[in-house]
């Protein structure tokens, strides 16, 4: 845990009631991710109870528990999408990176895979978003390709 960090989050809200998300917002900017041993310091420090926060976490998509990867991969579940064959290209995608049951980042936290419920661009189902880069009319041999040059890529 990087205390000085904390501490800088602390001296910022210490003072106002009802700041959970904001501290959460801020100690997500800070490590990429929600560190369960800060909220619980947080919890300590302003006498709050720790449930209060995680029940925050857990309530918003905004916030994660687990480091995410390096390259961000969104792939879209909604009706469009299902139908025209997101389920093979994320199961084909999920084998390709080795990606273990239960979760959505690699190993090597070089790759997260989250699936959305829409992403809003049906007319070119199935979609992908790769660091914030549309891709449409994906098909499981395309997105297997687009991983290779990721890999291969700087985006590393």
Known sequence: MNEKKCEAVLEKYKEEKGSI???????????????????????EKLNIP???FFGV?????????????????????GTACHVKGAEPIINRMRADLA??????TTADGKFTLENVACVGACSIAPV??????????????NASRMLREYEKSSHR
């Open 21 to 43: 998300i904001s501290i959460l917002q801020d100690v997500q900017e800070a490590f990429g991710y929600v560190p369960e041993d800060i909220v619980f310091w947080f919890s």
């Open 50 to 52: 720790a449930s209060n």
């Open 128 to 141: 992908l978003i790769i660091n914030k880069k549309v891709y449409g009319s994906m098909t499981a041999d």
């Open 57 to 77: 976490v857990t309530f918003y998509a905004q916030f994660y528990l687990k480091p995410r990867g390096k390259n961000l991969i969104t792939a879209c579940c």
């Open 99 to 104: 990606i273990a049951e239960g979760e959505n």
